[in-house]
């Protein structure tokens, strides 16, 4: 409650400070120790945790039946942590200082959220670690089959759409995500990616065909010339074939405008039942997806907002029971678990808890997610009073109750709310007290870790003889 209303902290200590944590600041470690214990102990509390977050959900939007997700990692940095084990090198694009390189030391979280498009609310429903040896890749499908086999109320029997960004479009995810039947993942493809046509037609002898004529997501065909080829180390040029060259399965046009206002028209083409090559043995033969291109230009200038066009794959057994502007208005929520990730690490101090114990950092992790939803549950039962500065509403005149505030506004309001509550729940419980240390008696030396240099590539079978 203290984390999710008290604005005033600036470090986890600080929580204690505030007028409804009616304990001692020690009790902050204590409580994150007695959170969960080792591995099984963690897994049960992180269910536990799932379970109660989902039956606050308020679940799809009307009249839709689906739920709508995103995946995606954010680093947390422990550059002076060296007691916490399996630390690596994790990007940090907004590195302040020209010439270093974008480079820091700590953990790879990944996060899978589940949103409520209309009031733009990202929530986490599982956050963990990335390991040193697998992927975000890998982290991320294992997180979608514990909540998809955790069966809760509000994910049972309806359509998930799942939002991620580039890192997921390929092989390495599409094909073991197919296994969720009622899973339909949209996923952008980097430009320049090489796609298949389905074959037409088949052989008459040998195994049947399956990959039809070859394009590329450019916006034109093209001759790219490359400076060493793999096998004979001489330059070589490549004709590079347009998917603007295959004629769409769907084509619509739409009018939108952008947050400031700005009228622009929206061009989405749609090619069904593409396919890309199976690659590390994740077979995608058998797994086609729907291709998406979308091209945003002025409404007066008639010049495109963006140097290219966005690419989105549709692949899932259940993905022609999503329409193609279904599709593109769900993917531009994708972005809603960004400004998620900054709060939590600004206001929720989400990489901020200094511990030596790598158990207690993943417990901090749970109670961010617990942060996060208690704020979702108090969003729309808050009186939001904003400051004379704030331009929402007339100085002390609060927003109607009912509506569901953002989550900065549902923080700015929570405290007010939660001194509402009857303390008596909320008190310590008396005990005695515990032995001190006695003098001559000193911590054990801790285990120091070195950085680890990941190396997710999978070493090659040896060849047949």
Known sequence: ????????????????????YRYQYSSITDALTDMSRGGTGHAGARQAVQSLCMSYFSGCPPGTGRIYMQTDT???RKAHSPTLPGRTYVPLPNNAIPGNRPLGIGYEVSFVNVS?????????????RVGTDETATERALAQLGRIFALAAPGLAGKL?????????????????????????????FRAGMKVWAPAQGGKPTGAPKVYGEKYYLCPESRSKPYKRHPKTGLPYEVWQRSIFERPPSEELALEGQTGKGRRVHVRVRRWNGMMVRTKDGHNMKDKPFDLLAVKVTD??????????EMYIALSGRRRAEVGTEEAYAAYRHRYDI????????QRLMLEKYQTPDVGHLDNWLLCNQLAAWLLYAASDEADFRPRKW???????????????????????????????FDPAAFFPLKSKKGRPRQKG?????????????????????????
Not at 396 to 420: C, D, M, V, Y
Not at 444 to 460: G, I
């Open 441 to 465: 008696e000193t911590q054990s030396q801790r285990t120091r870790y070195k950085v680890v240099k990941k190396n997710t590539k999978k070493p090659k079978p040896a060849p047949k003889t």
């Open 74 to 76: 954010t680093p947390i």
């Open 338 to 345: 960004e400004p998620f990730l900054r709060f939590a690490k």
């Open 160 to 188: 998930c759409i799942n939002e991620l960004d580039s890192k997921y479009g390929t092989a390495a995810y599409l094909s073991p995500a197919w296994a969720f039947g009622s899973l339909v993942s949209a996923v952008r």
């Open 390 to 420: 704030r331009r929402y509403l007339p100085a002390n005149k609060a927003l109607p109750r009912g509506r569901r505030l953002s989550i900065a506004q549902a923080r700015h309001a929570a405290q007010e709310l939660f001194l509402t």
């Open 116 to 128: 409520e498009p209309a009031t733009k609310w990202s929530l986490p429903l599982d956050i963990e």
């Open 1 to 20: 409650m203290a984390l999710a209303s008290y604005e005033e902290a600036r470090s986890p200590v600080e929580l204690s400070a505030s007028p409804v």
């Open 299 to 308: 409404a007066e200038t008639g010049r495109a907002l963006f140097g290219q």
